[in-house]
């Protein structure tokens, strides 16, 4: 049975490379660093928990013809136990130093902002859709869906208008909450052209499951093209947002993953 | 005073023979019959087991729950039960689990078991454990009431506000879900106090600091992690009914206040709600990898170290649950390092058990089957545990499926893998009967191989980008396959708890007879009848040794000049436990009951009209005057 | 074959402080009350740091009630104090003569918590401040009033036939709960009366 489960994930493991919201498919730098020290806790602690069943494998099968042998109220602690204990301890100690440490930097890499970014959105959080507000002189708003140009830093500033979400396209960056009275900023990268979905990630009522989002990263000169396109006649999408919310969470914007993956 | 009165206060246990003296002991110790006989009991051993067949329905019924949710999400875009029923359904299974059955299933065998160990004759403040067991199945049936009356909670086991306040989520659910938690909160208070009491100055005359048993320890511990987080949710869910029925604006950020400050609260208290759930499974494992192996755990000063450590540090991680909020980074670094250091005390139980079974020639009976299942499992989330401590890492997989398959990795593996070797081992004492080795066997394969497929595909489902607490998911999402493997496996694992249940009925009528001592273990619970006499012990041992039935042989020694006619008990000094009093337990008592029902009705109505309060409490009042009341002038003596 | 080896016949059946049973579940309840008000000041301290309006809501409150009562309150240290020295010596005399006065203190201090919230400033609902301070007077409020109600029980048992023996205990125990009672009012007293004038 374990050996089942083992193939299915094996088989899941396989196929990430395909997954539509993947932090195992990274196309963002931080994701990619993410994706990196994932991977590397993951073997460590799993060479952790080898070795931990096999000291136990070896507990069990040490001595065990012998059966129901009396008790020993004060059996004497043997030399191989001491050593055993200490070796773990110390072993324990830095392995989980060095993991604290990889967590730092990861740390640093993920939240360090680095200079300016090329454009910054304000996304606004709302039972259950996004309104998204690109900033500046010719500022517009869109909903459910954030073009960026590919290559550039994006920040993307959270706010909500509600109850708290939770912003997360795990292809480009991790999660970050939006919050009532506080305004969270959160850098995101797109490597290549696509379409990266995400979704919300912390529980916000009745339609939870439905609030996705869609980032499209565009090349530069194309991302430009659109920009201007919806600048110039300088109109509010937020009316009709609100009515276009399940449509476009549902259809269109696989349609658009089709249009831009190949 | 008549003479016959003074003669029989006289009657001390060493006048008696051994005969005469047990059927006297329990004629005053035990309780009465009828109604009001069952509803008056002060017995531990009988509130014991109520409170563990309470438990064990609210994890049948919270077991069903999570079975509905995972047929919805066995297929995509399914339309089995709708978004909003899911989301009862979540918040329904979360909040039974947690304060329904995970908190009181340890209250349940701390309750039997601590007084039983320590060699005394009923746990210290009978009444108020009466009282908290009624409490804790008022709340629950509160909570379980409202839901089958349609008044159900649906903003998650956490409540995170603003989405419970009342403009949010209108509808008394929040509010029913608040109480409950005060309810069940007042009942593991009550217990941890009447534990820590009992521990600290009930032991047996003999049984110093270095000579408790682990499982003792253990139930300490948690008993002090209780105290000391308990408060906070109390607190929390008292701010959170008053924000919803009196308009307080403590968690409203425009009029001064933080939706924050909640999460800050609620975790203060969740995470040490972990380790208050999962000490237990460790006192079991305790218990039972010594029975097994034959022998002591090896290194009980660091045990008992690092389950003082684990008390300690387990209040300093609750930030890691809140490390996407947008904390200023040092604060979250600090709570990564925190969050890592509890793995070294962990890890040093996980070591002293499997070299106790290095040493000695484990016995493979069920009960020790089941508590490798919890070392194969529990490892393997303890780690997956390391990697949410990680800053980084937590940002992509927190509030995923990676996060829930982590955390019932380490509830379940730690938790209820080792309670069904606990029912196993402990079940002969309560009934006097062995469960089935066989159906127990069966039961492990199927629990253990359902528990890993149903769970283990959750964390590549979170990693995959599925987020927690969503009611479906479109197909192109590529998660149907490892879902409807997930779903399979609860089937098979929940049919384990249903073979369980069997096993324990068809053996409490016709399992093999167990004696006294059926597994030959060293703790004083066994060295008296299976099941016990209402006074537990006919003379209180004196215990020379930490394993005092291995190292004291048939050398029986005991206290004498105890009272017979009356509930007397050895009160001992904490580090020494010297006799020091003797005791008058208090006798069986309706008052707690009813002082538990007039707490209910006050409290329920508080939900609908804060005079409640104000009118209840008197009420409440006079009734525990009543219950405090000394009733005959002899007690006073 | 049983064998006793110590006999327990000639202890006594009651003792004070922290030899006895209810002193070490008082203790434990003083504990996690104890955590009950760290937490809420705490939570208040949060708010204070991190919420950019508190300034200006948090009006100081008056000083007159909360300063009498302060004063009430440390000074019934005396007679608990004292209550608990005649109960431990089993003088029912003196144990009677100060349960009166402990009680009419316990009264005053009722009468002078309710002029303070008919004085507050703020109402509950204004602000997250307000809030503060009616959870924090109540809470502390609601154990000034059980420790009362414990101690007018108390007096009434000490007037009955049941005025003897292990009720020796029970006062000395009520004793040690209302010195809590007063020391935990003193740091609320400093956060919620002193630290909004800094």
């Excluded at chain 1, 609030?211 to 937020?238: C, H, T």
């Excluded at chain 2, 309470?54 to 919805?72: E, P, S």
Aim: net charge neutral.
């Amino acid at each position: 049975m374990a050996s089942l489960t083992a193939a299915a994930g094996g088989s899941a493991l396989a196929s990430g490379c395909t997954g539509v919201q993947s932090a195992l498919n990274p196309h963002g730098e931080r994701a990619d660093a993410l994706a990196v020290l994932f991977w590397i806790f993951t073997a460590v602690l799993g060479l952790v928990w080898l070795v931990t069943m096999a000291g136990l494998f070896f507990a069990l099968t040490r001595r065990r013809d012998s059966r129901g042998e009396p008790a020993q109220a004060h059996p004497a602690v043997k030399r191989p136990v001491r050593i055993a204990f200490a070796a773990m301890l110390t072993s324990t100690v830095i392995i989980l130093s060095g993991l604290a440490v990889l967590s730092f930097d990861g740390q640093r890499a993920v939240f360090g902002d680095g200079a300016g970014a090329a454009v910054t959105i304000s996304v606004i959080g709302h039972q259950w859709w996004w309104q998204v507000r690109y900033e500046g002189n010719n500022g517009f708003e869109t909903a459910n869906e954030i073009r960026i140009p590919v290559g550039s830093a994006v920040d993307i500033k959270l706010t909500t208008g509600d109850v708290i979400h939770s912003f997360w396209i795990p292809s480009l960056a991790g999660k970050l909450d939006l919050i009532p009275g506080k305004s969270n900023e959160l850098r995101i990268q797109a490597d290549k052209p696509g379409v990266y979905r995400g979704q919300c990630a912390e529980f916000c009522g009745q339609q939870h499951a439905h609030m996705a989002i869609f980032v499209v990263a565009l090349e530069p000169s194309e991302f430009e093209r659109w920009r201007a396109k919806q600048a110039a006649p300088a109109r509010s999408m937020a009316h009709l947002a609100k009515q276009s919310v399940f449509a476009s969470a549902a259809s269109s914007p696989f349609a658009a993953l089709s249009e831009h993956s190949q | 005073m008549s003479p016959a009165i003074e003669e029989r206060h006289e009657t001390r246990d060493t006048d008696l023979g051994d005969e005469e003296l047990r059927a006297r002991l329990s004629r005053t110790w035990g309780s009465a019959r009828g109604l009001i006989g069952i509803l008056s009991t002060v017995d531990h051993k009988i509130i014991g087991i109520r409170y563990a067949v309470t438990a064990f329905v609210f994890l049948l019924a919270g077991g069903i729950m999570a079975i509905i949710m995972r047929l919805q999400l066995a297929r995509p875009d399914s339309h089995l039960v709708d978004a909003e029923l899911y989301n009862q359904l979540f918040t329904m299974h979360g909040t039974t689990m947690m304060f329904l059955f995970g908190v009181p299933v340890g209250e349940a065998f701390a309750v039997y078991l601590v007084p039983l160990m320590v060699g005394t004759r009923n746990i210290a403040f009978p009444r108020l454990n009466a009282f908290s067991y009624y409490v804790y199945l008022f709340g629950g049936l509160m909570l379980w009431g409202g839901f089958a009356l349609s008044i159900r909670p649906d903003v998650g086991w956490f409540s995170y506000v603003p989405l419970a306040n009342l403009n949010f989520t209108p509808g008394k659910g929040p509010d029913y879900w608040a109480q409950m938690i005060t309810f069940t909160e007042v009942a593991a208070l009550a217990v941890s106090v009447e534990i820590v009491v009992t521990v600290l100055k009930q032991r047996a005359p003999g049984m110093t600091l270095d000579r408790i048993p682990l499982f003792v320890w253990t139930m300490l511990v948690h008993s002090f992690i209780i105290i000391f987080a308990m408060p906070a949710i109390m607190l929390a869910s008292s701010m959170l009914i008053m924000e919803r029925l009196v308009g307080t604006q403590f968690f409203n950020p425009d009029a001064g206040g933080d939706p924050l400050l909640w999460q800050h609260l609620f975790w203060f208290f969740g995470h040490p709600e972990v380790y208050i759930i999962f000490l237990p499974g460790t006192a079991f494992v305790s218990a039972i990898v010594a029975t097994f192996s034959r022998r002591p755990v090896f290194g009980y000063l660091p045990m008992v170290l690092s389950l003082i450590a684990i008390g300690f540090l387990s209040f300093g991680l609750w930030v890691h649950h809140m490390f996407v909020t947008g904390l200023p980074e040092i604060g979250a670094a600090f709570f990564t390092a925190s969050s890592m250091a509890i793995a070294i005390p962990n890890g040093v139980q996980i070591f002293c058990w499997i070299a106790t079974l290095w040493d000695g020639k484990p016995v493979l009976k069920t009960p020790l089957i089941f508590v490798l299942g919890f070392f194969f499992i529990f490892v393997a989330g303890g780690l997956s545990g390391v990697m949410l401590a990680s800053v980084p890492i937590d940002t992509q997989v927190h509030d995923t499926y990676f996060v829930v398959a982590h955390f019932h990795y380490v509830l379940i593996g730690g938790t209820v893998f080792p309670l069904v070797a606990a029912v196993y081992y402990w079940f002969p004492k309560v009934t006097g009967r062995l469960m089935d080795e066989r159906l127990g066997k069966w039961q492990f394969v199927l629990a253990f191989c359902g528990f890993n497929i149903t769970f283990f595909p959750m964390h590549l489902l979170g990693l995959h980008g599925m987020p927690r607490r969503v009611y479906t998911y479109p197909a192109e999402m590529g998660w149907g396959g490892l879902n409807l493997l997930a779903s399979a496996g609860a089937l098979l694992f929940f049919a384990s708890f249903l073979l369980m249940l069997y096993n324990m009925i068809a053996s409490a009528r016709s399992g093999a007879l167990a004696g006294d001592n059926p597994w030959g273990a060293d703790t004083l619970e066994w060295a008296t009848s299976s099941p016990p006499q209402p006074q537990n012990f006919d003379r209180i041992p004196c215990v020379t040794s930490g394993s005092p039935l291995w190292d004291q042989g048939d050398d029986n020694v005991v206290v004498g000049g105890l009272k017979v006619d009356e509930r007397e008990l050895v009160v001992t000094s904490i580090r020494e436990a010297r006799p020091d009093i003797r005791e008058e337990s208090p006798a069986p008592s309706i008052w707690p009951f009813l002082a538990a029902f007039a707490t209910a009705v006050a409290f329920i109505g508080s939900i609908y009209t804060p005079w409640a309060i104000t009118w209840g409490s008197p009420v409440v009042a006079i009734v525990l005057v009543a219950w405090f009341w000394p009733k005959t002038i002899e007690e006073n003596v | 074959m049983a064998r006793s080896v110590i006999d327990v016949s000639g202890l006594p059946t009651y003792a004070f402080g922290s030899r006895v049973t209810p002193w070490w579940g008082t203790f434990s309840f003083c504990l996690l009350e104890g955590t009950g008000f760290a937490l809420g000041i705490g939570g208040y301290l949060y708010l204070a740091v991190t919420n950019k309006d508190w300034a200006k809501d948090a009006v100081p409150l008056s000083l007159l009630w909360s300063a009498l009562f302060t004063l009430v309150l440390v000074v019934s240290a005396l007679p608990n104090f004292l209550i608990k020295r005649a109960a431990t010596r089993e003088s029912l005399r003196s144990v009677r003569l100060l349960l009166l006065i402990m009680s009419a203190v316990g009264l005053v201090l009722i009468g002078l918590r309710i002029m303070e919230f008919s004085a507050l400033p703020v109402r509950w609902s204004d602000n997250a401040y307000g809030s503060f301070v009616w959870l924090l007077l109540g809470l502390h409020g609601v154990h000034v009033l059980t420790d009362v109600a414990d101690t007018l029980v108390l007096t009434v048992l000490m007037f009955t036939r049941h005025g003897t023996g292990k009720r020796f205990s029970d006062a000395e125990d009520n004793a040690f709960y209302w010195y809590f009672v007063v020391l935990s009012w003193l740091p609320l007293y400093a956060v919620l009366y002193w630290l909004p004038r800094f």
